[in-house]
């Protein structure tokens, strides 16, 4: 039976970027047996344009019933005056909250062709290979109370909660665990234990349930802001990195940078098994650069290629498209990001051509 791709493909790059990803669904459909249908849906601003809210119902129900959705990125300054709650990154929110994807899977690997795009010198990136496992759907980003209070006088207070459950941070913990298994069986897991009580929590709980269940982890434990600055100065030190919603989506971010540019990082959402996934690029909707054909795709398809692999069944076929990526880049084809001129119909017609 076909499986189905739900795709969102939201505002500023985002729709430039997954027009490459649906194109390279349907060269797997038409020429390597891949049965895929895919759907799309507004998603972020262009909903909120179209129906005032940044994701409808329906659209949330969709998510919720498809195989796998993918993403590419919401946001940008038409709607930075919307309410709180009525943002595009609100509808990001949303979604991750009701697919109740609370594993975001993030790796950050350099590709061959890339040890010298990076800002880093060649010998602190070549081959490097982290996967960060954030928490997604917890943590300061949900935390309640939250919200703006009017303290009278021209007076007024931010208010965001950091708080996580035990469940919280086991359920994601033993994602990283059992992940760690088909790689060098490294976890670091990263947290600010020395000034948060829900940090020393995360410590407590990640060490025991590696205690009760997992003894062949090599279990590390880092603060937050060090592994910052490791990660700069020698990240091969690292294979996993585990941590909450907030540094974990910090940390990548700097990671990014190791592989050469925020355009290549793709990342995965998951959740129970059997459940559907999110995948999405860890960029957002560049604004700057929106609308002149000029974005990186392969992050995006990178995504798509991790959906294959994670809910889609096709292990193979993701194989094969991060290969093509791979092979687009040792060929030469760069995006401007990256140092070239091609635009991003150029990389995606790049990788299609290699795919076989
Ligand atoms: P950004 O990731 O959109 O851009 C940061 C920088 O990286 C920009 O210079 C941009 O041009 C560049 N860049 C990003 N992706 C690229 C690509 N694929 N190819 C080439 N260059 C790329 O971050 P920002 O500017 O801080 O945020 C812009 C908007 O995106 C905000 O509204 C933010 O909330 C939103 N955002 C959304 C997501 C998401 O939807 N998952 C993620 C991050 C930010
Ligand atoms: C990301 C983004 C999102 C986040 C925003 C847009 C909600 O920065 O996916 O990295 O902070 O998780
Ligand atoms: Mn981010």
């Not at 430039?16 to 349907?26: K, M, Y």
Request: charged share 25%; glycine share 10%; with cysteine.
């Amino acid at each position: 039976m076909s499986k189905v791709l739900l795709l969102l493909p939201g505002d500023g790059i985002g729709p430039e970027v997954t027009a490459e990803s649906r194109r390279v669904v349907e060269a797997l459909n038409a020429r390597h047996g891949l049965d895929v249908v895919m759907e799309e849906a507004l998603f972020g601003g262009a909903a909120i344009d179209a129906t005032g809210d940044p994701i409808e119902e329906a659209t949330v129900a969709r998510a919720q019933a498809v195989d796998a959705v993918l993403m590419g990125a919401v946001g940008g300054p038409k709607w930075a005056n919307q309410p709180f709650d009525k943002r595009p990154e609100a509808g990001l929110l949303e979604l991750r909250s009701a697919m109740q994807v609370f594993a975001n899977l993030r790796p950050a690997m350099c590709f061959p062709a890339l040890a010298d795009a990076s800002t880093l010198k060649r010998e602190h990136v070549e081959g490097l290979n982290i996967l960060f496992v954030r928490e997604l759907t917890g943590g300061v980003y949900f935390g309640e109370p939250r919200g703006i209070e009017d303290l009278g006088g021209g007076e007024r207070r931010g208010v965001n909660t950091q708080v996580y459950t035990t469940t919280e941070i086991r359920r994601v913990a033993r994602v990283a665990f059992d992940l760690a298994k088909g790689r060098t069986g490294k976890v670091c897991s990263a947290e600010k234990s020395n000034v948060m009580e829900s940090g020393l929590l995360w410590k407590q709980e990640v060490q025991k349930l590696r205690d009760e269940e997992y003894p062949h982890v090599d279990l590390s434990h880092m603060l937050a802001d060090n592994t910052a600055m490791q990660l700069v100065k020698w990240p091969k030190q690292f294979d996993i990195i585990l941590t909450d919603n907030l540094f974990g989506d910090i940390l990548s971010d700097a990671a990014a940078m190791l592989t050469g540019s925020l355009g290549m990082l793709p990342s995965a959402a998951i959740g129970e098994a059997g459940k559907p996934g999110l995948y999405e690029p860890i960029h957002g909707s560049a604004p700057d650069i929106a609308g002149h054909g000029l974005a990186n795709p392969c992050a995006s398809i990178l995504s798509l290629a991790m959906g294959l692999r994670y809910s889609l069944g096709r292990a193979d076929l993701a194989d094969k498209v991060e290969a093509a990526v791979s092979k687009a880049l040792d060929d030469g084809v760069r995006t401007r990001d990256l140092g070239g001129n091609a635009t991003t119909r150029e990389m995606g017609d790049a990788v299609l051509e290699r795919l076989g």
